[in-house]
């Protein structure tokens, strides 16, 4: 029982400690202050074509991906619920607390940039290495790697390139730092997969069911 308590205990560390990283990561790219993310293009369209703010533009798109990745049978489980709940919780204590400068200058600001996409890659393997089910747009790029066989890298770029394609299209503003986000971020991913030998397709996911029958059964 001891063993099974430490255990699950690591295990919800790795997952909430990778969902702070990743929020860290997120402000990063915020406050390089260079251009928006791909997905915040997206979301910034969707709102002005359906009358919505951001964070329910943000929370429609979740639900809509979270929808499709359950359709294409990829487990969605607590971890996903945290995702969706922590990282904006997070991301508003470290944006309170103006723990990361805001960049002024091209320079530092794509340096920022390029920064803070490999702290989310990095947050990526911590959370998603937990097993507890990743956050909705990492379970469509978990799905996409699976499906084609092709390097989480590549495809978590091709995923990005799309939202910031129909982003844009649905008036969404997207800057240079939009840019190297989207060109940027399956690079750091691959990269940083790679040297820490992490292959999100070996990776189990739970789902809510899963976790419940196997501590109820210990």
Known sequence: MTDLFFREAFRVARL?????VYSF??????????????????HQGL??????TMG?????????????????KE???????????LIVVFIDVILSGNWIPLMRSFVPGVMMMIGGLFVIA????LYIGAGYGAGPRDSL????????????????GFLEGTVLLMG???????????????????VAVQIVFSVLRFDVKKIHQESFHETYLRLKLR
């Open 47 to 52: 709102a002005l074509h359906l009358g919505l």
């Open 75 to 85: 487990n969605v489980g607590f971890g996903t619920l945290c995702n969706m709940i």
């Open 56 to 72: 329910a533009a943000n929370i429609f798109v979740a639900v809509v991906i979270v929808s499709i990745v359950v359709f294409m």
């Open 141 to 156: 790029m978990v799905v996409l790697t699976k499906r084609t066989g092709k390097p989480v890298g590549l495809c978590r």
């Open 16 to 20: 909430f400690l990778g969902l702070f």
């Open 122 to 125: 990095a947050a990526s393997f």
């Open 168 to 186: 844009w299209l649905l008036g969404g503003y997207a800057g240079i730092g939009t840019v190297i986000s989207a060109l940027g971020i399956g």
């Open 25 to 42: 990561g997120i402000v990063m790219t915020l406050r390089a202050n260079v251009g928006y993310s791909p997905w915040d293009v997206f």
